[in-house]
């Protein structure tokens, strides 16, 4: 099982809507989450920090659930320029400090 | 600030050849990486460097080599290039190798290795 898993997607949403990703996690040693939005042929940009008690970012809203082990983000009134991949990453803060990323959720948001 | 920087962008090799792919950074952050990206395979790490004078095997670092020249510069060497090397290479940095520092990550590099 891999340690962060995502639904590859694509996700495909009407502008205006709104879409949410989920990704679990297998590690239950992962303290440190985060979301990375990359663009076709781009490097990952980090999105948002996930904290424990929910963080929110304008449209952008970002849970962890550490009982059943996964993290989601919420896309309120999707956008045209919200298409692109988006990466789950979980870490844990032991001396190997390890950054496990997922292999990515595609959204295409449509007119 | 330009932020994580990489060069080449591009490149081309046949097997066996040997090239360094170059990084650099301009935050002052301590720790820098190396990861690969392959289709349905996400970002794996390479190598890393926690800080300046120490490098460690990260997930695949097999057919690679690393130099962490000073604080702002970490390259990436293959001696001997081989087909499964072929690969989109990203340069990251963050301030330091707790993992509540997230990385920023370089431009990439993209390798065709024939």
């Known amino acids: 099982r891999k340690e962060v898993e995502q639904d590859p997607g694509p996700f495909n949403v009407p502008e205006g809507a709104t879409v949410a990703f989920n990704c679990t996690y297998s590690?239950?040693?992962?303290?440190?989450f985060f979301w990375y939005r990359q663009d076709c042929r781009k490097e990952p940009k980090l999105l948002m920090s996930?904290?424990?008690s929910g963080n929110e970012d304008g449209r952008f809203t970002a849970q962890l659930n550490r009982a059943s082990q996964y993290i989601s983000l919420l896309i309120r009134d999707s956008k045209l320029s919200d298409s692109a991949t988006y990466l789950c990453?979980?870490?844990?803060?032991?001396?190997?400090?390890?950054?496990?990323f997922g292999t990515g959720t595609r959204l295409q948001v449509t007119l | 600030n330009a932020g994580v920087t990489q060069t080449p962008k591009f490149q081309v090799l046949k097997t066996g050849q040997s090239m360094t792919l170059q990084c650099a950074q301009d935050?002052?952050?301590?720790?820098m990486y190396w990861y690969r990206q392959d289709p349905g395979m996400g970002l794996r790490l390479i190598y890393y460097?926690?800080?300046?004078?120490?490098?460690d095997k990260g997930e695949v670092p097999n057919g690679y080599n690393v130099s962490r020249l000073n604080k702002r510069e970490f390259s990436l060497r293959l001696e001997s290039a081989a087909p499964s090397q072929t690969s989109v290479y990203f340069c990251?940095?963050?301030?330091?190798?707790?993992?509540?520092?997230?990385?920023?990550f370089g431009p990439g590099t993209r390798l065709l290795v024939l």
């Open positions: 590690n239950s040693a992962s303290q440190s």
């Open positions: 460097s926690a800080s300046e004078g120490t490098t």
């Open positions: 935050m002052n952050h301590n720790s």
């Open positions: 996930v904290y424990s």
């Open positions: 990453v979980g870490t844990n803060t032991g001396t190997a400090s390890k950054l496990t």
């Open positions: 990251a940095s963050s301030e330091a190798r707790q993992g509540a520092y997230p990385p920023n």
